[in-house]
């Protein structure tokens, strides 16, 4: 997904240059003959639910002009619920892990005491609460919570990683130069560890928007573009099914740009490359 | 400095826009109190009850006994029944592949007649509720539903096992939940793209007759001679033939199925959510046969190409909406949410069907 886009982002950049002819070309000729092998063995099966890339296509472009018959919405209405929840989620869990991680950081006690719990759930694949969070919380908030899960614990780690890995000579040239605990933290803990706080942002959007998609396939309120796959499996329209896949990916490349773009940016802008 | 603290208030103030933003998108979620309105939501059946009594849903649409549930543990009452809204109406039927069909009717004669035999057994105990039977038909109900008997007993009373054999009516009934999917845009690709003329047309084709009479010559055997695989509905008693037919105790020892020399396994163990989803088992190729609502496999045979027929009807009536305490009249739900087994399924199409009747516009809710 990252090369992907990476390499998206440096054709953007260098717009036809030369030497990105080739790449330019490369791309055409993979996206081109991915889509003529598709449709060769969809012609050759010939089975609904393995449609060729025309009905998909179309599919696709329905999903944002007319309401779907059985959801009532549009994609766009799906891709809101869906950004919406995503949203929700993903700020809970930044603002819950960003400090949890610096604590657990900076102090020994909280180490040793949060430590055992949070070994305990962070194996737990963050899926494995979507049924029972669907009942507890409700439509809205189950969904979320599930997001929430899957941010918060990479991006903890980061966090806490970043302040393990402070350079101990910054610490001790702060400390001889008589800064106090709340200097060394807000002046030298606090920005080195930014650029491992991109990094977990980066990760947890990529595993967030994996268990958005499988938390709404179970029920989610509003749509979302996990929901419309779910429904568009239960009515049977393949093309439609297909569509929503198309736009997951579309999201997903969408979504690992731009944090890789705001990453590279802070990163620049705060001299650490 | 300047530059770290005006960082800082772009930060706190990208939060604060982002959070009110959501929390006005949050706050006009369900707002059309102008119009009549009823929303749904996808709940399974086996948790309606849960999320009735913690408000997610005003009220649900379900099978049994996840209708006598909730009404027995006074979560909520039942607001109407399948049978009030469509009278008689056919639910569930049993169909085999086509493939099966040709390959080897006498195998799915065979499950036909364990199941004709099973239907009168519980006929037979339902008209006896002091038997012995019965306390076995109850029992039997409560293992597979993991209710208690006396859910099961109200379950078996609100739901019609009257025939196997597939009626005229019944055949009227599935022409008119197909041109019910027709109204609802719900097919993909148009019936008459697909060979048949009209709805009549499809459901005479979708529909196996001859099997019927084929199964009542079928005679028991000592040994098995056919391994079928039969997919069914979590925790549904509407597919109660199902159960008793693979029960050893109602068999004498050996289970009617068995009897009939079919070994039968479910590639699920717990049972399919919910109709379209054993539609597409079917479309993978893991079920010979199956139980299951009449509408998923009118609505998927076209949609899906899942080339299955119907031999046989399973149960008549035995759903219904129930709500909240609270709400006493249909009326009453304008606004509210109420949780369905999700699109596809009788139940669905039932709460879409009886809301447009009371010209009520249904939509999804958050939507």
């Not at chain 1, 950081?105 to 049924?131: C, M, N, Q, T, Y």
């Not at chain 2, 005229?168 to 027709?182: K, L």
């Not at chain 2, 009807?313 to 009453?332: K, R, W």
């Amino acid at each position: 997904m990252t090369k992907a886009s990476d390499s998206i982002n440096k054709l953007v950049k260098k717009s036809f240059g030369k030497k990105n002819i080739k790449t330019l070309a490369f791309i055409i000729i993979s996206l081109v003959g991915f889509v003529l092998i598709w449709w060769i063995a969809a012609t050759l099966y010939n089975i609904d639910y393995f449609p060729t890339p025309d009905k998909v296509y179309t599919a696709f472009i329905n999903s944002f002009t007319h309401n779907d018959p059985t959801l009532g919405n549009t994609m766009w209405g799906n891709i809101f619920a869906s950004l919406k929840r995503f949203a929700t989620g993903f700020l809970l869990a930044f603002v819950a892990a960003v400090p949890v991680g610096l604590l657990m950081g900076s102090s020994k006690i909280l180490d040793g005491l949060l430590k055992p719990i949070i070994e305990l759930f962070r194996p737990i694949p963050p899926i494995a609460w979507v049924p029972i969070f669907l009942i507890a919380l409700g439509f809205f908030w189950g969904p979320v919570f599930i997001i929430f899960i899957g941010v918060f614990f990479p991006l903890m780690s980061a966090v806490y990683f970043g302040v393990k890995s402070v350079d101990p000579v910054l610490l001790d040239a702060a400390r001889t130069q008589g800064a106090g605990r709340f200097s060394i933290f807000s002046k030298v803990v606090l920005p080195s560890t930014v650029p491992h706080i991109m990094t977990g942002i980066r990760i947890g959007l990529g595993i967030g928007w994996m268990c958005i998609v499988a938390a709404e396939m179970i029920g989610a309120i509003g749509g979302g573009v996990g929901y419309y796959l779910t429904v568009q499996q239960l009515v049977g329209n393949y093309p439609a099914l297909y569509a929503g896949i198309v736009v997951i990916a579309l999201l997903g490349l969408a979504t690992t740009s731009l944090s890789g773009y705001i990453e590279k940016w802070l990163a620049a802008r705060m001299g650490f490359r | 400095m300047v530059k770290k603290s005006t960082a800082i208030l772009a930060v706190v103030v990208v939060v604060v826009v982002v959070v009110a933003v959501l929390a006005a998108a949050l706050m006009t979620g369900n707002n059309n109190s102008n119009q009549k309105v009823i929303y749904w939501e996808q709940v399974a059946p086996v948790n309606q009850k849960a999320a009735i009594a913690n408000g997610t849903i005003s009220a649900g649409v379900s099978w049994e006994p996840f209708v006598d549930d909730s009404v027995l543990a006074g979560t909520g009452h039942v607001l109407i029944w399948s049978n009030q809204i469509w009278d008689s109406h056919p639910c569930c039927v049993l169909v085999a592949t086509s493939s099966l069909l040709q390959n080897n009717p006498d195998a799915a004669a065979r499950v036909l007649r364990a199941d004709i035999d099973a239907t009168a057994w519980m006929q037979d105990a339902i008209a006896h509720p002091n038997s012995a039977n019965y306390t076995l038909l109850l029992n039997i109900g409560a293992q597979f539903s993991g209710r208690s008997t006396t859910v099961v007993n109200d379950s078996v009373n609100h739901t019609g096992y009257a025939r196997t054999q597939v009626s005229t009516e019944d055949m009227s009934w599935f022409v008119n939940f197909t041109t019910e999917f027709q109204s609802l845009n719900q097919y993909a690709v148009n019936i008459t793209t697909k060979g048949y003329t009209g709805p009549a047309d499809y459901v005479n084709h979708l529909v196996n007759q001859s099997l019927y009479a084929q199964a009542l010559q079928v005679q028991k055997v000592d040994h098995i001679v056919a391994n079928v695989s039969i997919g069914f509905l979590t925790g549904d008693l509407h597919q109660f033939a199902r159960l008793v037919a693979s029960n050893a105790t109602v068999g004498g020892g050996v289970s009617l199925f068995e009897q009939y020399g079919v070994h039968v396994s479910s590639p699920n163990l717990a049972g399919y959510a919910n109709g379209p989803a054993e539609m597409d088992a079917f479309a993978a190729g893991v079920l010979d046969m199956g139980y299951l609502g009449a509408p998923p496999v009118l609505l998927k045979v076209i949609n899906s190409g899942v080339n299955v027929k119907i031999i046989g009807l399973v149960n008549t009536e035995g759903s219904a909406i129930v709500a909240a305490n609270s709400i006493t009249d249909f009326s009453q739900l304008q606004g509210k949410i109420v949780g369905t087994p999700g699109p596809g399924s009788i139940q669905h199409l039932l709460f879409l069907y009886y809301a447009q009747q009371n010209g009520y516009t249904v939509k999804l809710a958050g939507t």
